[in-house]
């Protein structure tokens, strides 16, 4: 019989999981966006060695498995001297992952700007710096906004896989909430729904930043 009162006693485990993962994911957000924006552009923009380089880890990261990166950051590294904390490792791994998927969905917003669009600019007077972040970038990321934001979300819920390196998020403390009480179906039950009520939560600010970013751009074209 179910018995979710058996798990009160260890919901301040819980929070301190959510935590975890809540930063986790705010900062592999920032940094894998960043990555994947200065990929996308030198594999855009760039010579044939810089996207030769960058279209060799995009590959790598997108046809391997998400847990392998995982254990090799943690585990490979220190092999040959560099030595990461589980969290440390659990956020590169993060960051390199979405950076990955984020460079083909960003250079496909790229190189869906015109070029009319960009020759018009140059003949402004706009120098290429302007070029790119004002008619090439802010358009390109208003198109993949939402393929963009479902990536981003999708990792937060990969994120999950960072427990097998003792990282403390949510999934970890709910394998150590079972372990006490042997609860196993209601611990994974409520995890697995605080993880589709922050998924939700993650899409609903998403659209609520881009409303108001892609909105006043509208309102000022």
Known sequence: MLNFSDLLPYSHLLLQGLWVTVVLTLYATLGGVAIGTACAAGRHYG??????????????IRNTPFIVQLFFIFFGLPAIGIKLTAWEAGLLAMLINLGAYSTEIIRAGLAATPKAQVEAARVLGLNPRQVFFRVVLIPAFEKIYPALTSQCIIVMLGSAVVSQISVMD??????????????????????????????????????????????HRRKAS
């Open 47 to 60: 010579g044939k060695a810089l996207r030769g380089v960058i279209g060799g880890y995009v590959e790598l």
């Open 170 to 215: 949510l999934t970890y403390a709910a394998n150590l909430i079972q372990s006490r009480n042997f609860r196993s179906f209601e611990a994974y039950l409520v995890v697995a729904a605080i993880y589709l009520l922050f998924a939700i939560l993650m899409r609903q600010v998403f659209e609520w930043i881009g409303r108001r970013v892609f909105r």
